[in-house]
């Protein structure tokens, strides 16, 4: 029989149980034979990509960051650079108490090449300052790829100065992937943590041991709850989640258009006197449909979840409205993001337009990052 304290599993970080199949931590005794310790919803989730709910709240996962505080430690926060202000962890300021904050852009491969690094890095920096944090430095990275994953591991193991190392982080920003990565770096060893494109894979800590002694952590992804990844049925995160670089989609709009991001949010030209060109950074995969916007309402209404989709057929009936935001765009190289999608930017001011998105969802503007 192995050592109870052994007991975790590899996967997710949690207790593992044999008693109730329905809990978290569930593994059939056999699983208890085998050298490391996988709990039933990782080893589904590996090699069938099965997401099993999980009923841990959000007051379960603030304990576990409320504990961060308390410690000692070097913190590494990493955002979706895709999705930064959704995958932006609301106080992570009060969260660090002492402790400094490396703050990490995970994906970079999916922006167009054309974006300067240096450039997003600055604005990362400011974006971070308006967000009530002063990190200690910034690396953009891609944890998929491994770009910069040498330099930031090797920059973290620097800073950390003989002390522990928090990771922290939204659902769905690539935390585990990043440290599979580092672990890679470091040990030269494959996969240790369970990766998934599902919202809230990693359960509890997982302690990874260094080797002065100290360890590398993997604290839950903290759900965000107006990501836009909520909306959206677990099989169309796909359409909805980047997986390669983003083409940029150039939309000539009349005053008076509307274009359609599938189901899930909605853009019009309100005015500007004249045609301009919109260009619009979304997942290849999302179908975006144009239409009048005097039709827009009816065209919602009727094919919402066919024709407008995601959301299914059958979430329909339980989608939110979508929840109307006027902007007037005075400065020329703005872009509106809808969190969690991807951004439209207008090119020349003068031009007012409208985001909708589900209620709870944000959208903001910003200067133009590319």
Not at 152 to 166: E, M, S
Not at 184 to 204: A, C, N, Q, R, Y
Not at 285 to 307: D, F, M, S, W
Request: include cysteine.
């Amino acid at each position: 029989m192995n050592d109870p304290k052994q007991q975790i599993c590899i996967g997710c970080g949690v207790t593992v149980q044999t008693e109730n199949p329905e809990m978290i931590g569930y593994a059939p005794v056999s699983a208890l034979e085998k050298e490391t310790i996988i709990c039933q919803r990782c080893y589904r989730l590996k090699h069938y990509n099965e997401i099993q709910d999980v009923n841990l709240t959000d007051d379960d996962f603030l304990k576990i960051l409320n504990g961060i505080g308390q410690t000692d430690a070097l913190i590494v926060m990493v955002v979706d650079i895709f999705d930064f202000n959704g995958s932006w962890l609301p106080g992570i300021h009060r969260f660090a108490g002492n402790n400094k904050v490396v703050l990490v852009g995970n994906k970079v491969d999916l922006l167009p090449k054309s974006v300067k690094h240096n450039k997003l890095i600055h604005w990362m920096k400011q974006e971070a300052r308006e967000l009530g944090l002063r990190p200690e430095e910034i690396f953009l990275v891609s944890a998929g790829k491994g770009w910069m994953m040498k330099e930031t591991a090797a920059a973290i193991d620097k800073l950390r100065n003989g002390k522990d190392v928090y990771v922290v982080g939204c659902t769905n920003v690539g935390k585990s992937t990043f440290i599979n990565r580092i672990i890679k770096e470091v040990t030269g060893e494959g996969d240790v943590i369970t990766t998934s494109h599902f919202p809230g894979t990693t359960l509890d800590m997982i302690r990874i041991p260094l080797d002065d002694g100290k360890a590398l952590i993997d604290t839950p992804g903290i759900i965000n709850h107006h990501q836009m990844a909520h909306y959206v049925d677990k099989r169309d995160l796909k359409l909805i989640t980047p997986k390669k670089e983003i083409k940029p989609k150039v939309y000539q709009l009349n005053e008076g258009q509307t274009l359609f991001f599938g189901g899930l949010a909605r853009f019009d030209y309100i005015g500007g006197d004249e045609k301009r060109s919109f260009v619009c950074y979304l997942a290849n995969e999302l179908t975006i449909h144009r239409t009048k916007t005097e039709k827009a309402v009816e065209l919602y209404e009727n094919h919402l979840g066919e024709l407008l989709a995601p959301p299914r057929p059958e979430q329909v009936e339980s989608f939110p409205e979508l929840v109307k935001q006027e902007y007037v765009i005075r400065e020329a190289k703005t872009d509106i993001v809808f969190s969690g999608l991807g951004w439209v930017t207008v090119n020349e001011p003068g031009v007012k337009v409208a985001a909708y998105v589900p209620k709870g969802v944000e959208t903001v503007l910003r200067k133009s990052l590319i």
